[in-house]
């Protein structure tokens, strides 16, 4: 079946530091995968996605590229914020299904 | 433009109480999504409706759980009758399934507390 890994948290980074989140994934065909953000207390909220091999999705400076070979799509920020801190899940989702797989979440929290 | 809109956004209830959970989704969208967030089992799909048709409730715990789409417009979730192991804050979601769009958008949640 289909199955997200994401590094486990809490990430704790200094403002301004580098950000990667690592995020792999198992799955038949050719999935779309996305990243989603939860602020606290609140929904998630779609980052950014990609649908296809060497994709790059990227949005409020993260970015993340489809990587079919290594199965991968993790997530980068060169220079994180306090705002920043929040729990980042990675997701896919499969050809011809509406049905998401959530990877477990990844605390990050962004100290000043 | 409203997102999707969930009610009530806090419910505390005592154990062996129906409790209902209400959900509006974005106007437009056809599919419909329930999930339950813990901190133990992290973020799980309990159902899912495609153009008000239950599609896929295989998440839902037991029979104790059931939801309903009774238009494109609204949704419920119901426990009945709750346990304290029913804590969780639970999340509706909508989508438009067209072409290659997937995008699920989520409400604000709704954290029940069941003493």
């Known amino acids: 079946g289909n199955s997200v890994t994401q590094m486990e948290g809490p990430v704790t980074l200094s403002e301004e530091a580098f950000l990667t989140i690592n995020c792999t994934y198992t799955?038949?065909?050719?999935?779309?995968l996305f990243w989603y953000v939860q602020y606290p207390g609140e929904g998630l909220q779609l980052l950014l996605k990609?649908?296809?091999?060497?994709d790059k999705g990227s949005n409020k400076g993260f970015e993340a590229t489809y990587r079919k070979e290594t199965t991968s799509f993790h997530l980068e920020k060169g220079s994180v914020q306090v705002s920043d801190s929040a729990v980042y899940f990675c997701a896919l989702l499969k050809a011809a299904g509406n049905k998401l797989t959530f990877g477990g979440g990844t605390r990050v929290l962004v100290k000043p | 433009d409203a997102g999707v809109i969930q009610s009530p956004r806090h419910e505390v209830t005592e154990m062996g109480q129906e409790v209902t959970l209400r959900c509006k989704p974005i106007?437009?969208?056809?599919?419909l999504f329930w999930y339950r967030q813990t901190m133990m089992r992290g973020l799980e799909l309990l159902i899912y409706?495609?153009?008000?048709?239950?599609?896929?409730d295989s998440g839902m715990p037991e029979d104790r759980f059931s939801a309903k789409m009774p238009n494109a417009s609204f949704s419920t979730l119901k426990i009945q009758p709750s346990e304290p192991r029913d804590s969780a804050v639970y999340f509706c979601?909508?989508?438009?399934?067209?072409?290659?769009?997937?995008?699920?958008?989520f409400g604000p949640g709704t954290r029940l507390t069941v003493t």
């Open positions: 799955a038949t065909g050719y999935p779309s």
């Open positions: 409706f495609n153009n008000n048709v239950p599609i896929d």
């Open positions: 990609a649908t296809k091999a060497d």
């Open positions: 979601a909508s989508s438009l399934v067209s072409g290659s769009s997937y995008e699920q958008y």
């Open positions: 106007s437009g969208h056809n599919s």
